[in-house]
Protein backbone atom coordinates (compact mmCIF):
# COMPACT_ATOMS: atom_id res chain seq x y z
CA UNK A 1 0.00 0.00 0.00
CA UNK A 2 1.91 3.50 -1.30
CA UNK A 3 -1.41 5.47 -0.11
CA UNK A 4 -2.52 8.18 1.80
CA UNK A 5 -6.46 8.11 2.22
CA UNK A 6 -8.31 10.70 3.37
CA UNK A 7 -11.77 10.80 4.66
CA UNK A 8 -14.23 12.51 3.42
CA UNK A 9 -13.13 14.06 0.45
CA UNK A 10 -15.87 16.78 0.84
CA UNK A 11 -17.41 18.54 3.48
CA UNK A 12 -20.02 21.69 4.53
CA UNK A 13 -20.22 22.47 8.21
CA UNK A 14 -21.78 25.22 9.69
CA UNK A 15 -19.87 27.51 11.62
CA UNK A 16 -21.14 25.74 15.29
CA UNK A 17 -21.05 22.64 13.86
CA UNK A 18 -18.08 20.02 15.12
CA UNK A 19 -16.52 18.03 12.22
CA UNK A 20 -13.26 15.36 11.90
CA UNK A 21 -11.19 15.11 8.98
CA UNK A 22 -9.32 11.63 8.76
CA UNK A 23 -5.80 10.47 7.51
CA UNK A 24 -4.37 7.08 7.62
CA UNK A 25 -1.39 5.73 5.48
CA UNK A 26 0.37 2.11 6.05
CA UNK A 27 3.67 2.91 4.63
CA UNK A 28 5.13 2.63 7.96
CA UNK A 29 5.92 6.15 7.63
CA UNK A 30 6.77 8.00 10.68
CA UNK A 31 6.03 11.06 10.03
CA UNK A 32 2.62 13.17 9.20
CA UNK A 33 1.68 16.14 8.31
CA UNK A 34 -1.38 18.67 7.97
CA UNK A 35 -1.35 21.40 4.76
CA UNK A 36 -4.08 23.96 4.33
CA UNK A 37 -4.52 25.16 0.24
CA UNK A 38 -6.52 28.06 -0.69
CA UNK A 39 -7.42 28.43 -4.48
CA UNK A 40 -4.14 29.41 -6.58
CA UNK A 41 -2.12 29.34 -3.90
CA UNK A 42 0.81 26.20 -2.63
CA UNK A 43 -0.26 24.11 0.03
CA UNK A 44 0.81 25.43 3.54
CA UNK A 45 1.84 23.49 6.48
CA UNK A 46 -0.40 23.41 9.23
CA UNK A 47 0.77 20.34 11.84
CA UNK A 48 3.99 17.91 11.94
CA UNK A 49 3.68 14.68 13.86
CA UNK A 50 6.80 12.68 13.79
CA UNK A 51 6.54 9.27 15.70
CA UNK A 52 3.22 10.36 17.11
CA UNK A 53 4.40 13.33 18.72
CA UNK A 54 3.53 16.92 17.47
CA UNK A 55 6.47 18.66 16.88
CA UNK A 56 5.50 21.63 14.99
CA UNK A 57 2.37 23.57 15.03
CA UNK A 58 2.29 26.63 12.84
CA UNK A 59 0.89 28.98 15.20
CA UNK A 60 -2.50 27.23 13.62
CA UNK A 61 -5.51 28.36 15.66
CA UNK A 62 -7.20 26.21 18.88
CA UNK A 63 -10.41 25.70 16.30
CA UNK A 64 -8.22 23.49 14.35
CA UNK A 65 -7.09 20.37 16.39
CA UNK A 66 -4.68 17.70 15.87
CA UNK A 67 -4.48 13.98 16.95
CA UNK A 68 -2.11 11.26 16.05
CA UNK A 69 -4.06 8.20 17.76
CA UNK A 70 -1.38 5.96 16.57
CA UNK A 71 1.31 5.71 13.48
CA UNK A 72 -0.74 5.06 11.10
CA UNK A 73 -3.56 7.67 11.48
CA UNK A 74 -3.83 11.18 11.82
CA UNK A 75 -7.16 13.29 12.93
CA UNK A 76 -7.88 17.12 12.59
CA UNK A 77 -10.62 17.96 14.62
CA UNK A 78 -12.82 21.42 13.69
CA UNK A 79 -14.71 23.26 15.67
CA UNK A 80 -16.28 26.38 15.60
CA UNK A 81 -14.88 27.55 12.12
CA UNK A 82 -15.14 30.68 10.09
CA UNK A 83 -15.87 31.03 6.64
CA UNK A 84 -12.44 31.96 5.77
CA UNK A 85 -11.58 28.71 7.02
CA UNK A 86 -12.48 26.94 3.46
CA UNK A 87 -10.05 25.68 1.93
CA UNK A 88 -8.14 22.00 0.79
CA UNK A 89 -6.93 20.28 3.57
CA UNK A 90 -4.06 17.99 2.49
CA UNK A 91 -2.37 15.11 4.77
CA UNK A 92 0.97 14.14 3.58
CA UNK A 93 3.41 11.54 5.30
CA UNK A 94 6.92 10.70 5.15
CA UNK A 95 9.30 8.58 5.88
CA UNK A 96 10.47 11.00 8.67
CA UNK A 97 11.45 13.74 9.28
CA UNK A 98 15.21 13.13 9.29
CA UNK A 99 15.06 12.37 6.13
CA UNK A 100 13.72 14.71 2.91
CA UNK A 101 12.43 12.01 0.41
CA UNK A 102 9.38 9.48 0.42
CA UNK A 103 6.75 12.25 0.42
CA UNK A 104 3.04 11.30 -0.47
CA UNK A 105 -0.20 13.39 -0.41
CA UNK A 106 -3.72 12.17 0.23
CA UNK A 107 -6.41 13.53 -2.07
CA UNK A 108 -7.61 15.84 0.76
CA UNK A 109 -10.65 16.75 2.07
CA UNK A 110 -12.33 19.87 0.35
CA UNK A 111 -13.72 22.00 3.11
CA UNK A 112 -16.59 24.38 3.00
CA UNK A 113 -17.34 26.21 6.15
CA UNK A 114 -20.87 27.96 5.78
CA UNK B 1 13.22 27.68 5.50
CA UNK B 2 13.96 27.84 1.87
CA UNK B 3 12.78 30.60 -0.33
CA UNK B 4 11.69 28.79 -3.34
CA UNK B 5 10.90 30.99 -6.68
CA UNK B 6 9.13 29.64 -9.53
CA UNK B 7 7.30 32.38 -12.52
CA UNK B 8 3.68 32.50 -11.63
CA UNK B 9 2.43 31.58 -15.38
CA UNK B 10 3.47 30.32 -18.42
CA UNK B 11 1.91 29.55 -21.52
CA UNK B 12 2.64 26.99 -24.41
CA UNK B 13 1.08 24.93 -27.14
CA UNK B 14 0.03 21.60 -28.04
CA UNK B 15 2.70 19.53 -28.61
CA UNK B 16 5.76 21.61 -27.89
CA UNK B 17 8.35 21.94 -25.54
CA UNK B 18 8.19 23.64 -21.87
CA UNK B 19 10.70 24.47 -19.07
CA UNK B 20 9.41 24.82 -16.07
CA UNK B 21 12.33 26.61 -14.24
CA UNK B 22 12.71 26.85 -10.13
CA UNK B 23 15.43 28.45 -7.89
CA UNK B 24 16.26 27.95 -4.44
CA UNK B 25 18.60 28.72 -1.66
CA UNK B 26 21.09 26.13 -1.46
CA UNK B 27 21.80 26.30 2.26
CA UNK B 28 20.20 23.29 4.51
CA UNK B 29 19.29 21.70 0.96
CA UNK B 30 17.48 17.84 1.67
CA UNK B 31 16.19 17.52 -2.56
CA UNK B 32 13.62 19.09 -4.41
CA UNK B 33 9.87 18.36 -5.55
CA UNK B 34 8.49 18.95 -8.20
CA UNK B 35 4.50 18.45 -8.20
CA UNK B 36 1.88 18.36 -10.52
CA UNK B 37 -1.61 19.78 -9.47
CA UNK B 38 -5.08 20.00 -11.65
CA UNK B 39 -7.75 22.49 -10.00
CA UNK B 40 -9.57 21.79 -6.92
CA UNK B 41 -7.46 18.48 -6.96
CA UNK B 42 -4.47 16.98 -4.66
CA UNK B 43 -0.83 17.48 -5.47
CA UNK B 44 0.51 14.30 -7.65
CA UNK B 45 4.28 13.60 -7.24
CA UNK B 46 6.14 14.22 -10.69
CA UNK B 47 9.77 13.83 -9.58
CA UNK B 48 12.86 13.75 -6.52
CA UNK B 49 16.07 15.37 -7.63
CA UNK B 50 18.71 14.89 -4.90
CA UNK B 51 22.04 14.77 -7.09
CA UNK B 52 23.17 16.71 -10.09
CA UNK B 53 21.76 16.10 -13.38
CA UNK B 54 18.77 14.99 -15.69
CA UNK B 55 16.26 12.37 -14.73
CA UNK B 56 13.43 11.55 -17.39
CA UNK B 57 10.73 9.99 -17.01
CA UNK B 58 8.41 9.52 -20.26
CA UNK B 59 7.40 12.79 -20.90
CA UNK B 60 8.57 14.87 -18.27
CA UNK B 61 12.27 15.35 -17.52
CA UNK B 62 13.65 17.05 -14.01
CA UNK B 63 17.17 18.84 -13.83
CA UNK B 64 18.87 19.82 -10.88
CA UNK B 65 22.04 21.79 -10.19
CA UNK B 66 22.74 21.81 -6.11
CA UNK B 67 25.96 24.49 -6.97
CA UNK B 68 23.75 26.75 -8.58
CA UNK B 69 20.40 26.37 -6.48
CA UNK B 70 18.48 25.84 -9.50
CA UNK B 71 16.35 22.80 -11.04
CA UNK B 72 14.14 22.99 -13.84
CA UNK B 73 10.70 20.72 -15.13
CA UNK B 74 10.75 19.57 -19.03
CA UNK B 75 7.45 18.60 -20.48
CA UNK B 76 7.84 17.35 -23.85
CA UNK B 77 5.16 16.81 -26.50
CA UNK B 78 2.46 19.22 -24.67
CA UNK B 79 -1.22 17.90 -24.45
CA UNK B 80 -4.12 19.48 -23.31
CA UNK B 81 -4.21 17.94 -19.92
CA UNK B 82 -1.14 18.56 -18.98
CA UNK B 83 -2.53 22.69 -17.96
CA UNK B 84 -1.85 22.64 -14.43
CA UNK B 85 -0.39 23.97 -11.31
CA UNK B 86 3.08 23.02 -11.25
CA UNK B 87 4.79 23.05 -8.00
CA UNK B 88 8.44 23.13 -7.31
CA UNK B 89 9.33 22.02 -3.50
CA UNK B 90 12.06 21.54 -1.00
CA UNK B 91 11.68 19.96 2.62
CA UNK B 92 13.28 21.69 5.14
CA UNK B 93 13.52 22.68 8.86
CA UNK B 94 13.58 20.68 11.70
CA UNK B 95 10.55 18.51 10.57
CA UNK B 96 11.77 18.35 7.12
CA UNK B 97 8.47 20.05 6.14
CA UNK B 98 8.06 20.93 2.92
CA UNK B 99 7.92 24.42 1.67
CA UNK B 100 6.63 25.35 -2.07
CA UNK B 101 7.26 27.61 -4.12
CA UNK B 102 3.99 29.53 -5.62
CA UNK B 103 3.33 27.25 -8.35
CA UNK B 104 3.25 28.28 -12.11
CA UNK B 105 0.14 27.76 -13.73
CA UNK B 106 0.95 26.32 -16.93
CA UNK B 107 -1.60 26.51 -19.92
CA UNK B 108 -1.49 24.61 -23.12
CA UNK B 109 -3.07 26.12 -25.86
CA UNK B 110 -4.50 23.94 -28.99
Known amino acids: DTEVTQTPKHLVMGMTNKKSLKCEQHMGHRAMYWYKQKAKKPPELMFV???????INESVPSRFSPECPNSSLLNLHLHALQPEDSALYLC?????????????FGSGTRLTVV | GQNIDQPTEMTATEGAIVQINCTYQ??????LFWYQQHAGEAPTFLSY????GLEEKGRFSSFLSRSKGYSYLLLKELQMKDSASYLCASPSGSARQLTFGSGTQLTVLP
Open chain 2, 49 to 52: NVLD
Open chain 2, 26 to 31: TSGFNG
Open chain 1, 49 to 55: YSYEKLS
Open chain 1, 92 to 104: ASSQDTRQGYGYT
